[in-house]
């Protein structure tokens, strides 16, 4: 296969030192950041589970009146779909391929941004039907789990496109090459929580 178009990964694995690895080197931090992360999700669950009862509704809406599961059936394709694309885009810088990958990630963007759009979507549907919130402590945990979830989306959603123009720039430079792998960790985590974000609040929510 002709060279063109192609770029050399850089080895990421010292095979000459079986006692440390170069990408545990430059990942740590970020698996650290992600154990954090995990907890801050776990507290908003919990959260989540202690005022999802009826009686912290204050009267106002719950459940199935107040969550859309259709639309978040669509969200998890798309986000799922996503994280399929920069899987492909990982196996594209693996083989060195500088053009499949930017389009890989390309595409993994367009698709997280209509996960985001649908999101920013149903969320403002429901504030302006009056569902903000405020109106009730069941409201504040389920918001809050949503929009902390949505934050994340938006981080990476930055994170791309800079991503893709240091690749266009540096290649497959040792420290783009980390960068990368450590927004897939991020990447590839929003949607693995995305999936229990759907099955503890939405498809919980429709039998409260």
């Given amino acids: 296969m002709s060279a063109v178009g192609r770029a050399q990964a850089p080895e990421l694995w010292d095979r000459k030192d079986v006692h440390h690895d170069k990408i545990g080197a430059h ?6 950041y992600i154990l954090s992360d995990s907890m801050m999700y776990a507290t908003l669950f919990s959260a989540c589970l202690v005022l999802g009862h009826r009686m912290n509704a204050a009267g106002g809406p719950m459940g199935a009146s107040v969550l859309h599961p259709l639309t978040a059936y669509w969200e998890t394709l798309l986000i799922l779909a996503s994280v399929l694309a920069l899987g492909l885009a990982m196996g594209a810088l693996k083989r060195g391929r500088k053009g499949a990958l930017l389009a890989w990630m390309a595409v993994a963007f367009v698709l997280g941004a209509g996960f985001a759009a649908l999101s920013v979507h149903a969320t403002l549907d429901l504030i302006a039907k009056g569902i903000t ?6 409201l504040s945990a389920d918001f809050a789990l949503i929009l902390y979830h949505a934050i994340h989306i938006g981080l990476g959603l930055i994170w791309f496109p800079v991503m893709m123009v240091q690749v266009a720039m540096f290649g497959f430079h040792p420290n783009v090459v980390y960068r990368l792998l450590n927004l897939k960790l991020f990447w590839f985590f929003q949607g693995f929580m995305w999936v229990l974000v759907f ?3 939405y498809l919980r929510g429709i039998l409260i």
Wanted: hydrophobic share 35%; proline share 7%.
């Fill in 27 to 32: 990942t740590l931090g970020f698996w650290l």
């Fill in 133 to 138: 919130p405020e109106r009730s402590g069941y």
């Fill in 199 to 201: 099955s503890f609040t």
